[in-house]
């Protein structure tokens, strides 16, 4: 008599739930080896008050992604795993059914006017240019940075190996007026959350509102020329008592000197190559 093994009782259940187990790990391990990092999702938290407004749309942005991403990808696997063919049956079928129809059509519209609005508040938050008493101007040329402040005598003046330092108070608003002398630059600063464009014959504004004191990196971001990659300078973030002490130091005789060959220098740098005033652009990127 021949003898037939017998399944063991409920090997069938355990198999199902170790392949739905292994299809919801796969995703999770190739999110995991991507490097994403929460909760900002590879972005990081801006030192700066427009910064930061990027960055929490980004994380909503990317928090609905997510939710929508694994519904989909639910309904897949259960699609997959209860309508399976079983046998030569065609199965039952479902259509014009009005209030799905409704949902599922409402539901994604609803989510795109969301985050359109989102993006019009960030957006008019990045571009306000509030009225401020700090107004730095910002000239990019190759390969190096300017930065000079209105009405003041301070000057920071420095290009490839170099790297000036533009200072600016905490918690104030500093217009920037960025422009270029020669091709296009790239002004961005990581810890910032933030790069614009320096383009000939256009002067860029912005408004930069610093939350917290320190030295922060910052380079171009534009292939220009031979030496771009150490077109670097830094952003040293300070006091308002500190603000105006290193201000002060420009007033001095020795200060008045130093200011006086930085600007010398600055001019030969921005003599160079003089491009054609055009209007001004708050928003170029």
Known sequence: MELTPQTPKGAPAKSRLRRLAIAFALPIAGISLSGCTLPGFGAHQSDTTTGQSAYYLWQGFSVGAAIIGAFVIGLIL????????????????????????????????????????????????????PKTDVSINANAFQWGWGFTYDNQNAIAVGSTTDSPVMVMPVDTDVKITLTSTDVVHGFYVRDFNFSRYALPGVDNQFTLHATKTGMFFGQ?????????????????????????????????PEGKATADAAKKVLKEQMSAHVPVKTEISRGAN
């Open 78 to 129: 259960y699609a997959v795993v209860a309508y399976r063919r079983k046998g030569d049956a065609i199965p039952k079928q479902t259509q014009y059914h009005v209030p799905l129809e409704i949902i599922y059509t409402v539901i994604p519209i609803l989510i795109v006017i969301v985050l359109f609005v989102a993006t019009i508040i960030t957006e008019n938050k990045v571009l306000a240019m």
């Open 220 to 252: 171009c971001t534009q292939l220009c020329g031979l030496y771009h990659s150490i077109m670097y300078y830094k952003v040293k973030v300070v006091t308002q008592a500190e603000y105006q002490t290193w201000l002060s130091s420009f007033n001095t």
